[in-house]
Protein backbone atom coordinates (compact mmCIF):
# COMPACT_ATOMS: atom_id res chain seq x y z
CA UNK A 1 0.00 0.00 0.00
CA UNK A 2 1.39 3.55 -1.19
CA UNK A 3 1.39 5.85 1.41
CA UNK A 4 2.79 9.08 1.65
CA UNK A 5 2.64 10.99 5.06
CA UNK A 6 3.34 15.04 5.36
CA UNK A 7 3.77 16.52 8.92
CA UNK A 8 5.24 19.95 10.10
CA UNK A 9 2.92 22.42 9.08
CA UNK A 10 1.54 24.87 11.51
CA UNK A 11 1.23 28.52 12.12
CA UNK A 12 3.82 30.89 12.14
CA UNK A 13 4.33 35.06 12.24
CA UNK A 14 6.17 36.27 9.22
CA UNK A 15 9.58 35.81 9.23
CA UNK A 16 9.45 32.75 10.96
CA UNK A 17 10.55 29.36 9.64
CA UNK A 18 9.09 25.40 9.07
CA UNK A 19 10.46 22.25 7.99
CA UNK A 20 8.23 20.03 6.68
CA UNK A 21 8.55 16.09 5.80
CA UNK A 22 6.94 13.53 4.03
CA UNK A 23 7.58 9.72 4.61
CA UNK A 24 6.96 7.30 2.03
CA UNK A 25 6.04 3.70 2.21
CA UNK A 26 5.09 0.82 -0.51
CA UNK A 27 7.49 1.73 -2.67
CA UNK A 28 11.00 2.32 -3.93
CA UNK A 29 11.44 5.48 -2.93
CA UNK A 30 14.82 5.93 -4.17
CA UNK A 31 13.31 5.82 -7.45
CA UNK A 32 11.00 8.41 -7.72
CA UNK A 33 11.85 12.10 -8.17
CA UNK A 34 9.90 13.85 -5.11
CA UNK A 35 8.43 16.97 -5.45
CA UNK A 36 6.17 19.70 -2.94
CA UNK A 37 3.47 21.22 -4.52
CA UNK A 38 1.30 24.08 -2.34
CA UNK A 39 -2.29 24.99 -3.13
CA UNK A 40 -3.65 28.49 -1.33
CA UNK A 41 -7.25 29.24 -0.84
CA UNK A 42 -8.82 30.11 -4.26
CA UNK A 43 -5.85 29.33 -6.39
CA UNK A 44 -4.55 26.72 -8.15
CA UNK A 45 -1.95 24.24 -6.92
CA UNK A 46 1.25 24.92 -8.09
CA UNK A 47 4.83 23.39 -7.72
CA UNK A 48 6.81 24.66 -5.30
CA UNK A 49 10.33 23.02 -5.27
CA UNK A 50 11.46 19.36 -6.70
CA UNK A 51 14.28 16.99 -6.67
CA UNK A 52 15.95 14.29 -8.60
CA UNK A 53 16.30 10.56 -7.31
CA UNK A 54 20.10 11.26 -5.99
CA UNK A 55 19.19 14.16 -4.19
CA UNK A 56 21.98 15.88 -6.46
CA UNK A 57 19.92 18.60 -8.17
CA UNK A 58 16.57 20.39 -7.26
CA UNK A 59 14.37 23.25 -8.72
CA UNK A 60 12.28 25.82 -7.52
CA UNK A 61 9.05 28.07 -8.09
CA UNK A 62 10.66 31.33 -8.56
CA UNK A 63 9.13 33.16 -5.47
CA UNK A 64 10.64 30.78 -2.79
CA UNK A 65 14.25 30.85 -4.15
CA UNK A 66 16.54 31.58 -2.25
CA UNK A 67 14.43 30.86 0.78
CA UNK A 68 13.32 27.20 0.47
CA UNK A 69 15.09 24.03 0.50
CA UNK A 70 14.14 20.85 -1.17
CA UNK A 71 15.91 17.83 0.11
CA UNK A 72 15.98 13.76 0.78
CA UNK A 73 17.46 11.00 2.74
CA UNK A 74 16.50 7.78 1.03
CA UNK A 75 17.62 5.56 3.36
CA UNK A 76 14.88 7.04 5.63
CA UNK A 77 12.23 7.26 2.52
CA UNK A 78 11.78 11.04 3.08
CA UNK A 79 11.67 14.62 1.36
CA UNK A 80 12.17 17.72 3.47
CA UNK A 81 10.97 20.97 2.36
CA UNK A 82 13.03 23.22 4.70
CA UNK A 83 10.91 26.48 4.69
CA UNK A 84 12.58 30.68 6.05
CA UNK A 85 11.72 34.06 5.80
CA UNK A 86 7.70 33.03 5.24
CA UNK A 87 5.53 35.65 4.28
CA UNK A 88 1.89 35.97 4.24
CA UNK A 89 1.59 34.62 0.36
CA UNK A 90 3.17 31.29 1.73
CA UNK A 91 -0.02 30.22 3.18
CA UNK A 92 -1.14 26.78 1.82
CA UNK A 93 -1.80 23.24 1.56
CA UNK A 94 2.05 21.78 1.09
CA UNK A 95 1.70 18.41 -0.43
CA UNK A 96 4.30 15.59 -1.49
CA UNK A 97 4.07 14.34 -5.06
CA UNK A 98 6.50 11.02 -5.84
CA UNK A 99 6.74 10.41 -9.31
CA UNK A 100 8.72 7.74 -11.32
CA UNK A 101 11.01 9.46 -14.38
CA UNK A 102 9.52 9.14 -17.57
CA UNK A 103 5.45 8.70 -16.26
CA UNK A 104 2.89 11.33 -16.40
CA UNK A 105 1.31 9.56 -13.04
CA UNK A 106 2.21 9.26 -9.48
CA UNK A 107 1.74 9.42 -5.65
CA UNK A 108 0.29 12.06 -3.55
CA UNK A 109 0.12 12.89 -0.16
CA UNK A 110 -2.87 14.00 2.33
CA UNK A 111 -1.15 17.71 2.79
CA UNK A 112 -0.56 19.70 5.77
CA UNK A 113 -1.39 23.12 6.57
CA UNK A 114 1.07 26.38 6.63
CA UNK A 115 -0.60 29.48 8.19
CA UNK A 116 1.66 32.40 8.13
CA UNK A 117 -0.04 35.12 10.46
CA UNK A 118 0.81 37.81 13.06
Known amino acids: QVQLVESGGGLVQPGGSLKLSCVAS????????MRWYRQAPGKERVMVAN????????NYLDSVKGRFTISRDNARKTVYLQMNSLNFEDTAVYSC???????????WGQGTQVTVSS
Open 97 to 107: HARYPGHDNGY
Open 26 to 33: GFIFSNYM
Open 51 to 58: IDTTGRRA
